[in-house]
């Protein structure tokens, strides 16, 4: 005995959107525009000073990096020949 297959039913598109407004819930236009005017009273970084303070993080966190790096690396090691 063959068992039919429940036919799916599509509904039609309404074009009716929803979205989440709870990060808008208890504000008022005035909040709205000083949270405007505060992205906009940001300061601007240049490139040259960006890319500046990504060399001084990579000069200040690669060495650390890097000496965890080797002290996993020789654990590794250790464990593999105690293991061998």
Not at 9 to 14: A, I, W
Not at 55 to 76: C, D
Request: proline residues 5%; positive net charge; charged residues 35%.
């Amino acid at each position: 005995m063959k068992k039919n297959k429940p036919k799916v039913v599509y509904k039609p598109d309404e074009g009716q959107t929803i979205y989440s407004m709870a990060a808008l819930e208890g504000k008022t236009p005035e909040d709205l525009d000083k949270r405007e005017e505060e992205r906009k009273k940001r300061i601007t970084v240049t490139r040259k000073e960006r890319r500046a303070m990504i060399a001084a993080a990579f000069e200040v966190y690669g060495p650390m990096l890097l000496i965890m790096i080797v002290g996993f690396s020789i654990a590794a090691v250790i464990i593999y020949l105690f293991l061998k």
